[in-house]
């Protein structure tokens, strides 16, 4: 069964990977530790690296539907952006069919590689947060 792995070694880059296709508990786990990333009151971005995960049941998908929607105001205080990895185009139409039913609070971009999402991500960092000190290695 899939798992997501969660990386915060280089807050406020904070890093999602997901391993295989999730079952809901694990799914579960991963929606309440994305709540607490964005309710901690602190700055952060996320890079989302979905690139082993091929279709998410639809009963997840309303899970991050229902996510967005209950911590939007979190979101949109706390967190700069979330970059979204993906290997295919399906990922990609998941991605577009959950925005339209509740767009994202915070900007997402789609990317194919992990080095050009940090880049983004650090980019709007910088300019969300440019107190904290965060720019371009």
């Known amino acids: 069964m899939g798992r997501v792995l969660f990386d915060e070694s280089d807050k406020p880059l904070m890093r999602m990977?997901?391993?295989?296709?999730?079952?809901?508990?694990?799914w579960q786990r991963h929606i309440d530790r994305m709540s607490e990333w964005a309710?901690?009151?602190q700055p952060y971005a996320v890079v989302i690296d979905a690139r082993e995960v091929g279709g998410v049941p639809a009963t997840q998908r309303k899970g991050i539907i229902q996510w967005i929607d209950r911590?939007?105001?979190h979101l949109k205080i706390n967190c700069a952006g979330g970059a979204l990895i993906f290997s295919s185009p399906i990922q990609q139409?998941?991605?577009?069919?959950i925005s339209w039913v509740t767009p994202s609070p915070i900007p997402?971009?789609?990317f194919?590689?992990?080095?050009?999402?940090e880049s983004w991500l650090l980019q709007m960092l910088a300019e969300k947060f440019p107190s904290i000190g965060v720019g371009l290695p």
């Open 108 to 110: 997402v971009k789609v």
């Open 17 to 26: 990977t997901y391993q295989g296709l999730c079952d809901d508990a694990e």
């Open 39 to 41: 309710r901690r009151g």
């Open 112 to 117: 194919r590689q992990v080095p050009s999402a």
């Open 71 to 73: 911590d939007r105001q």
């Open 93 to 97: 139409g998941l991605w577009t069919a």
